[in-house]
């Protein structure tokens, strides 16, 4: 299980390391030598929007967030890390306007571009033509100016003129990263937008354009992949980029503008919604224009209700709202036929039942390329992120790359059409494929259709009903997820006054006054289930399974599910810290005899009872579904 730091949880929760420590000294997280385990973090934060934790909401609610941060590992080198911490820190000191302070900074970087031609550099503020070298700066410049100030901006201002004067750092977008420090992180969530990591950008475009592509960012922000674009096209006039940033789009635009020096051209770089641009050659006069796309779209942009309606009207392919599966159907009807696109994506898209509309119209509409795991990439942001390539064509029967670290191998993309909700499931490599056909192969069943199922209690209030101790002759013992261990209950740590009335959720009393019944972890990277027969109760982070199979008791369902082999299994299905019931009821349970029922039951009681025989279970399930020796070390290891 992945182990986060102080710092990662910190970024995770959107609060400070100071805050974190706090937590842990109330009771909120607990750490193991300074760390935290993944998915406790997870936990917490699902409780915390779900309002379970109400009192921690605020604190950790990244929308709201004012925190700043400088994208460090975006930058080549200390001394500009340097360099832009005090240019940061001065703006913000000096509660200088961003707008403001972007564009002194901008005309600073036209000055050293050698685009004043004025015996006066600072005459610039004048916007007299003939000062400029080149028409086309002239115009981006005074159109920004008349945009975004009603008064005369001055030198006599001291701090404007530092802002001129200072030496910026050579980067390649350096008011980008200055502009992405300024901002908070309250707005970066609410856009769904984050810097994307240079190396990133460079593998999306790498291979995909000539120098006469028309190329597109629909989503540019300060202009990362238009600025990668302009490395390999030789015309500035075929280089597009949209964006609903006023300030982000007129900073790639001067990007631009600076990169290309000898071309006097006016920046193609538009500050609008692209969503809004209706399907129609009457209205869209980008309607397959471009050879190449590529982006980091918003990934759960926040919309007024106004806005989210005219884009819905916009885009029958999707159902889910967000932001990002919007912006791939949009890229495809601007893309030529055969086009390619290239999105960064959060990792959820392959496997979150929410994002079936987009799966299904990838699949229908496009050739996957390629998908690379990224893992995670951005700063502040824990989701693991993938890069997807697609080609607008009918999908024909080819292999797709799939690159996971320093692992390339090939998969079939009419696989996903066959899965459940058009699932990507992309960490299935040939050689997991055979061991998944033999677990296949084996005359099975699924728990679909064969269990009760029920959440735990959502109390709406924990400080107030959940007790420490049993001191209160009413209570009795209430078990949460990380009180859920391999075959059984740990000792209870917390304790309930069970009336339900009282409660926000609560299931079915019959489902925890079951005679038997399995209790798992829902925030996990494994799969955990432990036996209960004593009627316990739960609170929402333990769930609970009562298997209804003819034939099979709840302990050899337990078995299989606590098997190396099912975990195997689960893990590179599914690929979740969440424990869902949709994909439990997927899983292989095959048709025994009733003396392989006999010994599963038996070594399942004997692990219960004093947690002998968890290596005899494993390979009995091994051993039944023919895994190899070599299979079975894989299975372990991943």
Request: with cysteine; proline share 3%; aromatic share 12%.
């Amino acid at each position: 299980m992945r182990m986060l730091t102080n710092k990662e949880v910190a970024q995770y929760l959107g609060l400070s390391v100071a805050s974190v420590k706090n937590w842990v000294r109330h009771g909120y997280l607990k750490d193991i030598e300074n760390k935290f385990e993944e998915s406790q973090v997870a936990d917490l934060k699902n409780k915390i929007e779900s309002g379970e934790i109400k009192r921690l909401n605020n604190r950790a609610n990244k929308s709201k967030s004012s925190v700043t941060f400088i994208p460090n590992e975006y930058i080549t080198s200390d001394d500009s890390i340097a360099g832009i911490t005090e240019i940061v820190l001065y703006i913000i000191k000096n509660e200088i306007p961003v707008e403001q302070a972007i564009f002194i900074l901008a005309l600073n970087l036209v000055v050293k571009n050698q685009d004043i031609v004025c015996a006066n550099p600072q005459d610039i503020l004048k916007f007299n033509e003939s000062d400029f070298a080149r028409k086309g700066v002239f115009l981006y410049l005074s159109d920004w100016f008349a945009e975004f100030f009603d008064e005369v901006l001055s030198f006599e201002d001291k701090k404007n003129k530092h802002l001129f004067d200072f030496d910026l750092p050579i980067e390649r977008d350096v008011l980008g990263v200055v502009y992405q420090s300024i901002i908070n992180e309250g707005q970066k969530s609410n856009y769904g937008s984050y810097y994307t990591p240079a190396n990133i950008v460079k593998s999306v475009v790498d291979g995909n354009i000539n120098t006469n592509s028309f190329v597109l960012d629909s989503c540019c922000g300060t202009g990362q992949f238009l600025l990668e674009f302009c490395e390999k096209v030789e015309n500035p006039e075929n280089i597009y980029g949209f964006d609903i940033d006023k300030i982000a789009t007129f900073i790639a635009g001067t990007n631009l503008l600076l990169f290309y020096k000898k071309f006097d051209f006016t920046p193609k770089v538009y500050n609008f919604n692209s969503l809004l641009v209706r399907n129609s050659k009457e209205e869209n006069i980008y309607l397959e224009k471009f050879d190449f796309i590529a982006t980091n779209p918003p990934w759960g942009a926040k919309y007024n209700k106004s806005v989210l309606s005219e884009i819905k009207s916009n885009f029958d392919e999707i159902s889910s709202k967000e932001s990002f599966s919007f912006f791939i159907v949009q890229s495809y009807r601007f893309l030529k036929k055969d086009g390619k696109m290239s999105f960064i994506l959060p990792e959820s898209i392959s496997n979150v039942k929410t994002h079936s509309d987009i799966r299904y119209f990838i699949q229908k509409n496009t050739q996957i390329k390629q998908i690379e795991i990224l893992g995670k990439c951005f700063k502040n942001v824990l989701s693991s992120v993938i890069s997807i390539q697609l080609q607008k064509r009918k999908p024909k029967k080819q292999e797709i790359i799939v690159i996971n670290n320093d692992k390339k191998y090939t998969i079939e993309q009419n696989r996903f059409s066959k899965n459940k909700h058009n699932l990507f499931d992309i960490y299935i490599s040939p050689i997991d494929v055979k061991i998944f056909d033999k677990m296949q192969k084996i005359n099975h069943f699924t728990l679909e259709n064969k269990a009760d199922w029920a959440l735990g209690i959502v109390t709406g209030d924990n400080q107030k009903y959940i007790l420490n101790s049993d001191k209160n002759e009413k209570s009795e013992p209430i078990f949460k997820g990380s009180d859920v261990d391999l075959y059984r209950l740990k000792n209870p740590s917390n304790y309930i006054v069970f009336e339900p009335e009282k409660f926000q959720q609560v299931a079915k009393l019959e489902n925890y006054m079951a005679e038997e019944k399995l209790i798992y972890k829902f925030i996990s990277n494994n799969l955990v289930f432990a036996y209960d027969d004593k009627k316990s109760l739960t609170l929402n982070s333990a769930n609970i399974l009562i298997p209804k199979v003819e034939g099979y008791s709840a302990k050899i369902i337990l078995g299989f599910l606590n098997s190396k082999l099912f975990n195997y299994y689960f893990k590179k299905k599914f690929n979740s810290i969440k424990i869902l019931r949709g994909d439990i009821e997927q899983l292989p349970f095959p048709v025994l005899s009733e003396i392989q029922k006999q010994k599963i039951e038996s070594i399942v009681s004997s692990i219960i009872e004093n947690k002998s025989g968890v290596e005899e279970l494993d390979n009995f399930v091994f051993d039944f579904y023919g895994i190899s020796k070599d299979e079975k070390k894989l299975t372990i290891n991943s």
